[in-house]
């Protein structure tokens, strides 16, 4: 029996790519699910397909939407947050509202999700909270305004968490995938390494939820190379 068996997750984030792979895995596992994410028909094929999900419709970027979502959820055992919205944009082409929408989405939602179930989780003395972040939000990218940015601040976001909530019963986890093919890397026209089926990255985050350790990076090596960035000098990083 896996330590998801019987236990209810909310998976904010779970009609496509990597969300919609980890509801199946975790479906697998025995795990009860709550779906949640703007596409209410594509909500409702996932959960057709799998037994004991139920769908909740939410938009992240909308607090009364994420309030009756937290309501209809109801008493879970565990969060996920896999919101996430991309779009490949360099300095000097900003676009304001996509950069915007992709911090709304990426970033503050996970806040307004945050803020209607960490006090229950406080109460209760357990919990589970899983943050999906990026491997970019360690360094400064090309190409990666405001995606990068926002993810930054979700790992961040996760580092005070852990730090506040230690002692409390509930667990806080910053997991950061590399490159998974799905709509939104279908953007870039460069050549992704090391690129994961949606399928692979979910496996690994749900080796991640099956521990208490805070921090998980992949693929190696490649997770390797971001985090090595953080320790060359800037007069090699940003030369020319």
């Known amino acids: 029996m896996s330590s998801f068996n019987g236990?209810?997750?909310?998976?904010?984030?779970?009609?496509?790519?990597?969300?919609?792979?980890?509801?199946?895995?975790?479906?697998?596992?025995?795990?009860?699910?709550?779906?949640?994410?703007?596409?209410?028909?594509?909500?409702?094929?996932?959960?057709?397909?799998?037994?004991?999900?139920?769908?909740?419709?939410?938009?992240?970027?909308?607090?009364?939407?994420?309030?009756?979502?937290?309501?209809?959820?109801?008493?879970v055992d565990g969060l996920v947050y896999n919101?996430?919205?991309?779009?490949?944009?360099?300095?000097?082409?900003?676009?304001?509202?996509?950069?915007?929408?992709?911090?709304?989405?990426?970033?503050?939602?996970?806040?307004?999700?945050?803020?209607?179930?960490?006090?229950?989780f406080v109460r209760g003395g357990r919990g589970d909270i899983t943050l999906i972040g990026s491997l970019s939000g360690y360094r400064g990218l090309p190409a990666a305004v405001g995606y990068a940015a926002s993810k930054a601040a979700l790992v961040s976001l996760a580092e005070t968490m852990r730090f506040d909530l230690a002692g409390t019963g509930v667990t806080v986890r910053i997991v950061n995938p590399g490159f998974i093919k799905t709509r939104l890397t279908e953007k870039n026209s460069f050549k992704m390494p090391m690129l994961m089926t949606p399928e692979d990255a979910a496996e690994r985050v749900v080796q991640a939820m099956s521990r208490r350790r805070f921090r998980t990076d992949f693929p190696a090596p490649f997770s390797w190379v971001i985090r090595l960035l953080d320790y060359l000098p800037d007069w090699l990083i940003y030369r020319g």
């Open 7 to 75: 236990k209810t997750y909310w998976i904010i984030g779970a009609s496509e790519g990597l969300g919609r792979a980890l509801a199946e895995a975790l479906n697998r596992k025995g795990a009860h699910l709550i779906l949640s994410a703007r596409n209410a028909d594509r909500l409702a094929e996932i959960c057709a397909a799998l037994p004991d999900a139920q769908a909740v419709p939410c938009d992240v970027t909308d607090l009364d939407s994420v309030r009756r979502a937290a309501v209809e959820a109801g008493d």
């Open 83 to 120: 919101a996430g919205a991309y779009e490949p944009m360099r300095s000097g082409e900003w676009d304001t509202e996509a950069v915007l929408a992709m911090t709304d989405v990426n970033y503050t939602g996970a806040l307004r999700v945050l803020g209607e179930t960490v006090p229950g």
